[in-house]
C-alpha cells in the first residue's frame, strides 16, 4: 500500500505543480499569452507557428460549435433526463399518425456523458496551451530555437514516440472503455427498466434506491436482498475453488508430465494441448449433453445401478443423477468440469515455469536430504508462486467474470425451485456476470444490472490492487537467484 501512497502522491504533485506554472502563464505571460485564455492560436501565431495556431483554433471553435449546436439540446436535460412524454397524435392535414417531439431519455444521458467528457478534453487541453504558449514565450526571451511544426512532428517520432503510440489506445479507451463504463454507473442511479422503457416512456433520476433495493433485506426489496446475498457467496466460492484448482491441478499435471519416471511425455502433453485447441463453448456443450438428465452419464449410471443407490439412501428423489439440474449438484459439478476445461492452459503455464526453476537450489535441497514433498512445499512452490502470482490474480479476477462456464453449463438446464431467487430472476448457479447478463437480456432490468455490474468493478478493482501490491513487491526477488 506504501506504493499506492507514493503513486498518489507523486501525481497530485505534478497536478500541482503544472496549476502552479498556469497561473504563472496567466499572471506573468506576455499579451499574445493572455490573449490565449480567448483564442487559443494566438500565442503559436506570436512565436511563427502557424500550423500549430491554425490547429488550435480550429479545435477551439469545433468544441465551441458542437456545444451550441448539439450538446445544448440535451445538457439542459440532463437534470431530469427529459419531461415529455412520447405521444401518437392524429394529423387531419395529413390523416396520418405521428408523434410529438418527444424527450427520449437514454439519448439525453448518452449524449450529455459524451458532452462533458468532450468538455474535459478541451478543458486539459486548454490549460496545457496556456502552459505550452508561456513556455515558448520563454524561450523567445532567452533567445533560445523555437521548434517549427516539421520539427516538432520529427520529435514524435523520434524523442516523444511514446506519445505517438499511446495516442490511439488512449483514445480506445476513453471511447470503448471509459464512457461505457461511466454509462454504466449513471444508468445505476435511473428507474431503467421494462416500465420506463425508452423512447415510449421516460425514466429518471432515483438516487441510491437501486442500491437500497440489491443490499436490503427486509420490506418490498427482500427478493433481490436474498438473491444478491446467496450469488455473491457463490461467485466467491466458485472464484477460489475455480482459480486453486486449475492453478494446483496444472502445476501437479506439468510435474507428473515432466517426471523421468512418466514414459511417452510428449505424448501425453500432446493429448492435454488438444483440449485447448478445441473451442471451449464446444466442450462445454458436449459436456452439458453428456451430464443432462436423460444424457449418456445418467444412462450408464441406470445400467450400473448407481442411480437407484443413490435414491435409496436419500441422496436424489429421481429417476436420474441431477448432476446439472439440482441445487448442491451443479455447483459440485461446474467446479469439477471446469477443471477439464482450465488444467491444460495452467500446465502449459507451469511447464515454463518449472524448467526455469535454479537448479542450485534443488541440487542443495537433495543435497541436504529433503524429500521431494519438502522440495515441492518449499522451493517448488514458492518460486512458482512468485513468478505466476500476478497471473494467479488475474485468474481470479477472470473467473469472477467468467459468463461461458457458467452459462454454457446451466442455461436452460437449471431452474430454480426458490421463489424469491426466481422473483429476482436469478439462479442458485448464476453469478453476478450472468444474473447480470439475465435482467438485461432477458427482462430489460438496466437499473438493476448497472448496480450489479459497479459492484462486480469494484469487488475485482479492490482484490486487484491489493493482490498485486503485494505480488508485485521487489523485495523477494533475490531469494530465487
Same mark, same amino acid.
Given at each position: 500500500m506504501s506504493q499506492v501512497k507514493k503513486g498518489l502522491?507523486?501525481?497530485?504533485?505534478?497536478?500541482?505543480?503544472?496549476?502552479?506554472?498556469?497561473?504563472?502563464?496567466?499572471?506573468?505571460?506576455?499579451?499574445?499569452?493572455?490573449?490565449?485564455?480567448? !483564442?487559443?492560436?494566438?500565442?503559436?501565431?506570436?512565436?511563427?507557428q502557424f500550423v500549430k495556431g491554425i490547429l488550435m483554433t480550429i479545435f477551439e471553435v469545433a468544441v465551441i460549435w458542437y456545444t451550441l449546436g448539439f450538446a445544448m439540446e440535451y445538457v439542459p436535460k440532463f437534470s431530469t433526463l427529459g419531461t415529455v412524454q412520447q405521444e401518437s397524435v392524429f394529423n387531419i392535414a395529413t390523416m396520418q399518425t405521428e408523434f410529438n417531439d418527444y424527450d427520449h431519455s437514454f439519448m439525453i444521458l448518452l449524449f450529455s456523458l459524451i458532452s462533458f467528457v468532450v468538455w474535459a478534453i478541451f478543458a486539459v487541453v486548454y490549460l496545457y496551451n496556456i502552459v505550452a504558449v508561456y513556455r515558448l514565450q520563454k524561450r523567445a526571451e532567452a533567445g533560445l530555437h523555437i521548434n517549427t511544426f516539421?520539427?516538432?512532428?520529427?520529435?514524435?517520432?523520434?524523442?516523444?514516440?511514446?506519445?505517438?503510440?499511446?495516442?490511439?489506445?488512449?483514445?480506445?479507451?476513453?471511447?470503448?472503455?471509459?464512457?461505457?463504463?461511466?454509462?454504466?454507473?449513471?444508468?445505476?442511479?435511473?428507474?431503467?427498466?421494462?416500465?420506463?422503457?425508452?423512447?415510449?416512456s421516460l425514466f429518471t433520476w432515483v438516487g441510491f434506491e437501486n442500491f437500497k433495493s440489491l443490499f436490503s433485506s427486509g420490506g418490498l426489496t427482500i427478493t433481490f436482498g436474498y438473491a444478491f446475498g446467496?450469488?455473491?457467496? !457463490?461467485?466467491?466460492? !466458485?472464484?477460489?475453488?475455480?482459480?486453486?484448482?486449475?492453478?494446483?491441478?496444472?502445476?501437479?499435471?506439468?510435474?507428473?508430465?515432466?517426471?523421468?519416471?512418466?514414459?511417452l511425455p510428449k505424448l501425453w502433453r500432446t493429448l492435454f494441448v488438444i483440449t485447448i485447441a478445441v473451442p471451449q463453448f464446444v466442450s462445454l456443450l458436449l459436456v452439458r449433453n453428456f451430464f443432462a438428465n436423460n444424457g449418456i452419464f445418467n444412462t450408464f449410471c441406470a445400467s450400473i445401478g448407481l442411480t437407484d443407490w443413490l435414491r435409496d439412501i436419500g441422496l436424489i428423489s429421481t429417476s436420474y443423477i441431477p448432476f446439472l439440474s439440482a441445487n448442491g449438484w451443479a455447483h459440485v459439478m461446474i467446479i469439477l468440469i471446469n477443471i477439464w476445461i482450465g488444467v491444460p492452459y495452467q500446465m502449459l503455464i507451469a511447464t515454463g515455469v518449472l524448467m526455469n526453476i535454479p537448479t542450485e537450489q534443488l541440487e542443495s535441497a537433495r543435497i541436504d536430504g529433503a524429500t521431494p514433498r519438502q522440495t515441492f512445499i518449499h522451493i517448488t512452490m514458492p518460486y512458482v508462486l512468485f513468478v505466476t502470482g500476478p497471473t494467479l490474480v488475474t485468474d481470479f479476477v477472470k473467473n469472477i467474470n467468467n459468463f461461458n462456464v457458467i452459462y454454457l453449463l446451466t442455461d436452460g438446464v437449471f431452474v430454480t425451485t426458490d421463489q424469491l431467487m426466481a422473483n429476482s430472476q436469478a439462479k442458485e448457479t448464476d453469478l453476478l456476470i450472468t444474473w447480470l447478463f439475465n435482467l438485461t437480456q432477458n427482462y430489460y432490468n438496466f437499473k438493476m444490472a448497472s448496480t450489479i455490474g459497479i459492484v462486480v468493478f469494484v469487488i475485482c478493482a479492490v482484490f486487484t490492487l491489493i493482490a498485486f501490491s503485494r505480488f508485485l513487491k521487489g523485495d523477494r526477488e533475490e531469494a530465487f537467484r
Open positions: 502522491q507523486a501525481f497530485f504533485g505534478a497536478v500541482g505543480s503544472f496549476f502552479k506554472e498556469f497561473g504563472q502563464a496567466a499572471a506573468k505571460g506576455d499579451l499574445f499569452v493572455k490573449l490565449s485564455l480567448i !483564442w487559443m492560436g494566438a500565442g503559436y501565431i506570436r512565436r511563427k516539421k520539427e516538432d512532428m520529427k520529435e514524435y517520432i523520434n524523442k516523444k514516440f511514446y506519445v505517438t503510440l499511446l495516442a490511439l489506445p488512449v483514445t480506445g479507451i476513453v471511447v470503448f472503455t471509459v464512457i461505457p463504463l461511466l454509462v454504466l454507473i449513471l444508468v445505476a442511479f435511473t428507474n431503467y427498466d421494462q416500465q420506463h422503457m425508452p423512447p415510449s446467496k450469488i455473491l457467496v !457463490w461467485t466467491l466460492v !466458485w472464484a477460489v475453488f475455480a482459480t486453486i484448482t486449475t492453478y494446483i491441478g496444472g502445476i501437479l499435471l506439468s510435474m507428473l508430465i515432466n517426471s523421468k519416471k512418466t514414459k
